[in-house]
């Protein structure tokens, strides 16, 4: 009997020290670079200050639309954050938060379905707005990696078709409390994943007892509530309205508000060219990144936001079209497997909830859809229950597609949300300190026009001043002792 071949160790080390190099990149550059995105000094730094009794609003006033926001928006991501910051004594501690979210689900999918960390990590890190998030203060990806954690469940309950344990639901009762406690948008997809959790796991107990758990159910249905709707519920009876500030009507009933998903779209979410495109196509051609690099210096940023709003590309992309399609190709491919139904199945459902909600095109908001892709690819390539002969030619090709994906995006931006070298937290807020200083205690800054850099006047990051601040949306500033407006 001839002996049996030695498995070669060099490609499995190579990539566990590519997922290490970039991983420690990924560390220090969220730790050390400032984040000056624009919802990070717009409103994250300041929302997680004030939550976390940093920054109360005697600090720092908010003007009207920043602080009605804070009041109808879930607040648990900016309060872990500002804890963080509080702890840490630097806003960017916050950054654990994502970093965090990513490596719970490459522990889910090791945990579930033997998924090597490595090839995990590296598969998230090829979406471009994933990599570009591991470093800032935005909360997408945090909500949308909790959604996805979930969905891992349910795959895993699908496939094994075993009764739900309390640690399962456990484990998806908090990340969709996370989710839901995140962001407000999120709340309806949190909604329907509990759901769909709640009645696989009451037909397994059904097929087991021979009749339906009436107290399970029960308790499910308590367990939802109080992961997925404190905060519509809090907005229901404090402003009649369960997503407050946005204004909207059912069956003639209106849910009042300050805001509209139309005045949204029409002032920062929608290109003025594909505002008569119904939303599904929109998101279709935002996944397929259809003509969504025209005028972009760089091909992937934080919110895609950075061109006119006219140009076609004004908010759409983000996952790396070539990525999307081998990634598609590669599950449509073992499409027919019958063990890879439940699989599949579950994929298809995300596919047409992403499509149909609201500004679905800007992909940064529903993230969960391509985070389950790529966790797709990575069940059928790995997990035990989908050995085969077909399973060995998947990996090594979903292998291939990930590392020349994560390459490509590397390299198409210049690695640049890869550098560890960048403005410092001092280098932001050094600007500010001639104007704090010559202020006596006591008195009213106001920022206006560029309201966003007003966090960086206030004791958040001068914790030895006694001044006010104030966000300003014009320059009528009574009350102010001094105005500063920012070009």
Same mark, same amino acid.
Request: hydrophobic share 55%.
């Given at each position: ?38 919802? %990070? ?21 908010? /003007? ?17 954050? &500002?804890?963080?910051? =509080?702890?840490? +004594? %630097? ?8 970093? +965090? ?43 949308? #990696?909790?959604? %996805?954690? !979930? ?27 996370? #989710? #839901? ?28 007892? @021979?009749?339906f758990p009436w107290a399970f159910a029960a308790g499910l249905a308590v367990a939802g509530i109080i992961a997925v709707l404190p905060q519509a519920l809090a907005n229901l009876w404090r402003f009649h309205n369960p997503f407050y500030p946005i204004a909207f009507s059912i069956a003639g009933h209106v849910?009042?508000?300050?805001? %509209? ?32 690099? =025209? ?26 079209? !070539? ?12 499409? =027919?497997? =019958?063990? *890879?139904?439940?699989?599949? $199945? ?52 979903? $292998? ?5 994906? *994560? ?6 931006? @210049?690695? !640049?949300?890869?550098?560890?070298? &960048? ?9 500010? /300190? ?11 800054l106001c920022v206006a026009n560029r309201d966003r850099h007003a966090i960086l006047y206030s004791r958040a990051f001068h914790p030895n001043s006694d001044i006010h601040v104030r966000m300003l949306q014009d320059a009528d500033a009574p009350g102010c002792t001094k105005v500063i407006t920012l070009p």
């Amino acid at each position: 009997m001839s002996p049996e071949p030695q498995r070669r160790w060099w490609p499995s080390l190579a990539v566990d020290a590519l997922a290490v190099v970039t991983f420690m990149l990924i560390v220090v550059r969220a730790f050390r670079v400032a984040d000056v995105n624009w919802d %990070t000094l717009q409103y994250h730094w300041s929302y997680a200050a004030r939550a976390a009794g940093i920054c109360d609003p005697q600090c720092l006033a908010f /003007d009207s639309g920043i602080d009605v926001r804070y009041h109808g928006f879930p607040m648990v991501y900016h309060w872990a954050y &500002g804890m963080l910051w =509080r702890i840490f +004594g %630097t806003p960017l501690a916050g950054h654990a938060l994502t970093i +965090g979210a990513v490596v719970a689900l490459c522990v889910e999918l090791r945990r579930r379905f033997e998924v090597p960390l490595a090839w995990s990590w590296l598969a998230f890190l090829a979406i471009p707005l994933v990599q570009i998030h591991l470093s800032a203060s935005y909360a997408d990806v945090v909500a949308n #990696a909790a959604i %996805t954690l !979930a969905l891992i469940v349910l795959v895993d309950l699908l496939v094994t078709r075993r009764l739900a344990t309390f640690a399962d639901l456990a484990i998806a009762a908090v990340a969709l409390a996370t #989710a #839901a406690g995140t962001k407000l948008q999120i709340i309806p997809v949190a909604g329907l994943a509990w759901l769909a959790i709640a009645i696989v796991a009451i037909v397994a107990r059904r097929r087991r007892d @021979g009749r339906f758990p009436w107290a399970f159910a029960a308790g499910l249905a308590v367990a939802g509530i109080i992961a997925v709707l404190p905060q519509a519920l809090a907005n229901l009876w404090r402003f009649h309205n369960p997503f407050y500030p946005i204004a909207f009507s059912i069956a003639g009933h209106v849910f009042p508000g300050e805001e %509209t998903v139309a005045i949204i779209q029409q002032a920062s979410s929608l290109g003025t060219q594909w505002k008569d495109t119904p939303s599904a196509l929109r998101w279709l051609a935002s996944v397929l990144e259809f003509d969504a690099f =025209r005028g972009r210096s760089m091909p992937w940023t934080i919110d895609q936001g950075d061109v006119l709003q006219s140009s076609p590309s004004f908010r759409m992309g983000g996952y790396f079209v !070539a990525y999307v399609i081998g990634l598609v190709a590669l599950i449509v491919s073992r499409s =027919r497997a =019958r063990e *890879l139904r439940p699989l599949v $199945g579950v994929m298809a459902a995300v596919t047409l909830l992403c499509a149909l909600l609201p500004n679905s095109h800007e992909l940064r908001y529903y993230m969960f859809w391509m985070l389950m892709l790529v966790a797709s690819v990575l069940i059928a390539a790995f997990a035990p229950a989908f050995a085969g002969r077909a399973q060995p030619a998947l990996r090594r090709d979903g $292998g291939a597609l990930v590392l020349i994906a *994560l390459a490509s995006v590397v390299l198409m931006t @210049g690695a !640049a949300y890869l550098k560890t070298s &960048g403005m410092h937290i001092r280098d932001l807020v050094a600007p500010t /300190d001639a104007v704090v200083d010559a202020l006596a205690p006591g008195s009213t800054l106001c920022v206006a026009n560029r309201d966003r850099h007003a966090i960086l006047y206030s004791r958040a990051f001068h914790p030895n001043s006694d001044i006010h601040v104030r966000m300003l949306q014009d320059a009528d500033a009574p009350g102010c002792t001094k105005v500063i407006t920012l070009p």
